[in-house]
Structures are given as C-alpha cells and as structure tokens.
C-alpha cells in the first residue's frame, strides 16, 4: 500500500467505500456569509456529530479555526484568488503546494477548473500542473469542475457535465466534484475512470430536496458528496447531517432518510 492508498483511506469510509465531505472552503470567496460567520462554531457543531468523514477548507481556515474531536479526513484547497467582488469568479489561480498541505498533514488537495468558462485553459493547466505535483508526493488529487456564470444552463446537462468530469480525470485528478444531473447521471458516472463525489450546489428549497440529491447521486453511482451550504444553512444542520449518512452509508431511501430527519429534529 503506497501513500495515495493510506490517504484515500482516510478519505472514503472504509466499511462503505464512500464518504460524507463537508466543504467550508466558502468563505475564500463568498466572505462570511449565513452558516459560516463564526466559520470555528460551524465546525465544531458538526464535527460534534461524528459523522463528517472528510473536511474540505482552506489553508487559513485549517490554521485558525479547525480543531477537530477525532482524526477526520482533510482536504486542502489551493486554488482561487478570485471573490464575488471582482470582475470573474472563474478567474482562479494557485494559492498553495502540494507540500504547503504535507506540511499540514492533509490527506488530498482540492483544485478547481471551469470548464467551458473563459479560464478553462488556464484552470485546467493549472489542475494537470498540481497532478503532476501530487504523483511525486503520493497525495490525491480532487478535482472541483466549475461551470462559471455563462453555463449555468449546463448544470442539468448530463453530456456537458460529463464533459467536464471526464476532463479533470484525464488532467490528473483522482476525484472529482462535480454537479448532480436528475437524468442520466449514472452515464456521468461511467464516462469518469475515477470517483465521482457530488457538489451541492446552489442551496436547495428545502432539506427533503437535498435527500432526493443525494440519494439520486448514489444510486446514479456517486461515491459521495461534497457539500457546503445545504449543509451548514440548513435550519438543521445536525439533523440533516444524520439523515445524508443514511442515506451514503446506511443504505436508506429517501423516505426512510427524511423519518430519520424528523427523529433527529425532535431530540
């Protein structure tokens, strides 16, 4: 077992193969919008729960506001330099090393590329850049494929998305975050030689539509989610954080997930 194998095992639970991310990377562009203003609250709320198998956040947010119960997987982000204030969000450059996060003991880094965008080139020489700076390493690799603002539209566009995840493998990620597609998300899934894991995305209406998501995604042969906001702003978060584990490892439909949601709500 070389180190990316040890690193991944960090990452998936073992006993399902699959993993519950929560990102927290938000702020690096968003600043400290609902959910994240007190950004070390947040965390140790739901670190509290014992069910985030791997966080992903940035480098400040590690140093400054992660201080976890037990030994959870970590992903790193080192890409962006861009924020809601300046002229384009896809405009991300690298704001760390592959060894800036074996120095923080991470298990993975996170780097994003917008297809289809006006910095895809650049998002993407930057993605197959840290790859090969993670083969040396032995550190995996998540690749987080953006869409940007002119391709909303092909957020629900199974072709275009898996497009964009077929991509971020052959530049070099082992993982890839990337948007849940209701229809024919399983040919997303099969077109990518590596882990498909899901984004959240916008947030959703209500949490019962965050279970459809997710269980959606895994049975469309998703390995997991990645997600933030649907997370962390719902009013629950706790609550719905035990219902999605149900959901990733515990092999529960939709209905048993949400009668699980309301159990929790009333403790």
């Known amino acids: 077992m070389d180190g990316i194998q040890m690193r991944l095992r960090k990452i998936f639970r073992q006993e399902t193969g699959r993993s ?17 203003v007190d950004i070390k609250e947040t965390i140790e709320r739901l670190d509290a729960t014992g069910l985030v198998d791997t966080w992903l956040l940035t480098k400040g947010v590690f140093k400054y506001a992660f201080n976890p119960r037990g030994c959870p997987g970590t992903l790193l982000r080192i890409s962006g330099g861009a924020t809601i204030a300046g002229p384009e969000l896809t405009r991300e450059g690298l704001t760390g ?10 298990d993975g880094v996170a780097v994003s590329a917008f297809v289809g965008s006006p910095y895809e080139h650049e998002t993407l020489i930057n993605l197959a850049a840290v790859a090969s ?36 493998a052959e530049h070099g990620a082992d993982l890839v975050k990337t948007y849940y597609t209701e229809k024919d998300f399983d040919r997303v899934v099969a ?48 609550a719905l954080l035990t219902a999605v584990d149900g959901i ?12 699980e949601l309301l159990r929790e709500k009333q403790n």
């Open 20 to 36: 519950l991310i929560v990102a927290v990377d938000h702020g690096m562009a968003l600043g400290p919008m609902t959910g994240l």
């Open 97 to 106: 090393t592959v060894e800036e996060g074996l120095a923080l003991g991470v």
């Open 248 to 259: 990733i490892h515990r092999n529960m439909d939709v209905q048993e997930a949400f009668v």
């Open 191 to 238: 077109g990518c030689p590596v882990p498909v894991l899901i984004a959240g995305g916008p947030k959703c209406e209500t949490d019962l539509d965050t279970l459809k998501m997710v269980h959606g995604a895994i049975q469309g042969g998703a390995r997991g989610i990645v997600m933030g906001r649907n997370i962390w702003q719902s009013p629950h978060p706790e």
């Open 133 to 168: 700076q993670c083969r040396r390493w032995n550190m995996p690799l998540l690749g987080v494929v953006g869409v940007g603002k002119i391709n909303e539209d092909k957020k629900q566009d199974p072709r275009f998305i898996a497009l964009g995840a077929r991509v971020a």
